[in-house]
């Protein structure tokens, strides 16, 4: 069974760098897609980044286009988000998760497998 597990969130200012990790075990990491996602309290899941399983291929919600980057590892197993010019509202449980579907998807529901998040929070 697939298991995703997320690291690297924290508590930092505005303006911050914060480097977020997935890594990947029980599942044939290189032919998933992976994204991002992150949720806030009382709102709903919302998606940030995907990426193709070879890397070459990226998307990205607006209001991370240019602060934030996906990357993968696939000798590694592991997905990152390199999240700069943090702001108080990108505070949120971030998620990864990895997705079977044959185009980089940004629905939450083409998604198979999810972690079980990190927490972010960006102090003003």
């Known amino acids: 069974q697939g298991q995703l597990v997320e690291s690297g969130g924290g508590l930092v200012q505005a303006g911050a760098s914060l480097r977020l990790s997935c890594a990947a075990s029980?599942?044939?990491?290189?032919?998933?897609?992976m994204g991002w996602f992150r949720q806030s309290p009382g709102k709903e899941r919302e998606f940030l980044a995907t990426?193709?399983?070879?890397?070459?291929?990226?998307d990205y919600a607006d209001p991370v286009k240019g602060r934030f980057t996906i990357s993968r590892d696939n000798v590694k197993n592991t997905v990152y988000l390199q999240m700069n010019s943090l702001k108080p509202e990108d505070t949120a449980v971030y998620y990864c998760?990895?997705?079977?579907?044959?185009?980089?998807?940004?629905?939450?529901?083409?998604?198979?497998?999810w972690g079980q998040g990190t927490q972010v929070t960006v102090s003003s």
């Open positions: 990426i193709d399983s070879t890397g070459r291929r990226k």
């Open positions: 029980g599942l044939l990491f290189n032919v998933y897609n």
């Open positions: 998760a990895a997705s079977g579907f044959p185009k980089i998807p940004t629905r939450s529901d083409l998604y198979d497998y």
